[in-house]
């Protein structure tokens, strides 16, 4: 995983409107429809939850487009998800999660990869076309936080175990956590995670204030995002 433990801490009142999102797996397409329903603008804030690779056919051109939308002056944050540790994990650090990796889409985000740099650059080129020499997207990846503060909100990949402080959190829990954790949020927050998808399509409420934003985007063709602070929810198809 990526070698330091990241927690960001923001300020919601720095911003006009705050978007969550979650598991867009590579369904670009989704993600340019939802930028447009929601009319994003440069003071707002836009939190992905996590696992934008995989499963889909265009992971590189969804994070060059974070990556871009932060260059024009976007606020864009990106929270590690279990597909970002095996994408990392499996390019650049150890052939330990290769194989669920790829059984669980990563074989496409490789695909997608040579197939973007033969386009960029018109040749076979065994070297370029590694992914464990995208240096930008190891970069990208390594300045990810595992979980985003502010005094209202809690903002996780896969859930928060609420017997644990903001510090003491593990981060297995918050990356690949399956545990209904929300029966106990006792933390006076908010908590937006994402992880596990929505058979219905839907953003789903739970008890006490937690709210998935997985809507299954890779079996539904469907993305969800909420708006924090009315608590509106925007489809698109």
């Known amino acids: 995983m990526s070698s330091n ?5 923001i300020n919601e009142n720095e911003y006009n409107r705050i978007f969550v999102v979650s598991d867009i797996h590579g369904y670009y397409n989704l993600f340019e429809k939802l930028l447009n329903k929601i009319d994003l603008k440069k003071d707002d804030l836009l939190i992905v939850l996590g696992d934008s690779c995989d499963r889909g056919e265009n992971s590189i051109e969804l994070y060059l487009k974070y990556i871009e939308l932060q260059e024009q002056g976007y606020p864009i944050k990106h929270i590690w998800g279990n597909h970002e540790e095996m994408l990392y994990e499996s390019a650049f650090i150890s052939s330990y999660y290769k194989d669920l990796w790829y059984k669980v889409g990563g074989d496409e985000t490789v695909y997608n990869y040579v197939q973007y740099i033969k386009k960029i650059i018109g040749k076979d080129d065994k070297n370029l076309l590694d992914i464990s020499n995208a240096k930008w997207l190891k970069n990208f990846l390594e300045a990810m936080p595992f979980m985003i503060v502010s005094d209202k909100s809690i903002f996780v990949h896969a859930g928060f175990d609420c017997s ?16 209904n954790f929300w029966e106990n949020n006792n933390t006076g927050k908010n908590i937006f995670f994402g992880h ?13 204030n937690v709210f998935c934003l997985d809507t299954g985007s890779f079996f539904n063709y469907r993305l969800g995002a909420m708006e924090v602070k009315s608590k509106e929810i925007f489809y698109v198809e």
């Open 196 to 208: 596990t998808p929505s058979v219905s399509g839907k953003v789903r409420e739970y008890p006490n």
């Open 5 to 9: 433990f990241k927690i960001e801490y």
């Open 164 to 179: 644990k402080s903001v510090e003491e959190q593990e981060v297995d829990y918050l990356v690949w956590n399956r545990d």
